[in-house]
T-cell receptor, first 113, second 116 residues
Framework: GENVEQHPSTLSVQEGDSAVIKCTYSDSASNYFPWYKQELGKRPQLIIDIRSNVGEKKDQRIAVTLNKTAKHFSLHITETQPEDSAVYFCAANSPGGYQKVTFGTGTKLQVIP | DTEVTQTPKHLVMGMTNKKSLKCEQHMGHRAMYWYKQKAKKPPELMFVYSYEKLSINESVPSRFSPECPNSSLLNLHLHALQPEDSALYLC???????????????FGAGTRLSVL
């Protein structure tokens, strides 16, 4: 099955700096890559997603890039704010469908005011 | 309404008890999911129902029994659980169709389960 690795496991940045979280996936046939944010004690919420026919997608301060050849995808958060502090999970779908996604191990982002 | 509602929020049960977790959505979604999340770990998929039929079972022990009575409801029946089953149980739903934007999963707030 699909295997998703995520780095770093923890990340501390100063408010206003950028944060980058990286993931790799194992199955080259995966074609859907969502990112979820989970605040402490809250539900995971989708913040951005990308399909394999697109190399980059941006939504305000958040962007995701995908390198299909290297099987890498990354989340970029610019101008970080304290409310960005949370655990971020990348995920990749199992080929042939969109329902089964495998999550990465998570990155705990702390934005220091 | 993008709400997935789970009840109860917290549940404590003994190893010999039988209990049920409930999940409800009114977004017209036709795919519903159960995940298990241990502390500081990612959600792990347990079951997927698509159009009220079980489509994915991730080799979950039979002490967990899912049920989808209709397109809006999803239950997880629990029996003879072990202490290691203590976790946050998350329900999610998606439109259930292929195609861009139709597979976004919306999560409920979860049921925090403690097995004594």
């Amino acid at each position: 099955g699909e295997n998703v690795e995520q780095h770093p496991s923890t990340l501390s940045v100063q408010e206003g700096d950028s944060a980058v979280i990286k993931c790799t996936y194992s199955d080259s046939a995966s074609n859907y890559f969502p990112w979820y944010k989970q605040e402490l004690g809250k539900r995971p919420q989708l913040i951005i997603d990308i399909r394999s026919n697109v190399g980059e997608k941006k939504d305000q301060r958040i962007a995701v890039t995908l390198n299909k050849t290297a099987k890498h995808f990354s989340l970029h958060i610019t101008e970080t704010q304290p409310e960005d502090s949370a655990v971020y999970f990348c995920a990749a779908n199992s080929p042939g469908g969109y329902q089964k996604v495998t999550f990465g191990t998570g990155t705990k982002l702390q934005v220091i005011p | 309404d993008t709400e997935v509602t789970q009840t109860p929020k917290h549940l404590v049960m003994g190893m010999t008890n039988k209990k049920s977790l409930k999940c409800e959505q009114h977004m017209g979604h036709r795919a519903m999911y159960w995940y298990k999340q241990k502390a500081k770990k990612p959600p792990e998929l347990m079951f997927v129902y698509s159009y009220e039929k079980l489509s994915i079972n991730e080799s979950v022990p039979s002490r967990f029994s899912p049920e989808c009575p209709n397109s809006s409801l999803l239950n997880l029946h629990l029996h003879a659980l072990q202490p290691e089953d203590s976790a946050l149980y998350l329900c999610a739903s998606s439109q259930g169709l292929a195609g861009w934007g139709k597979n976004i999963q919306y999560f409920g707030a979860g049921t925090r389960l403690s097995v004594l």
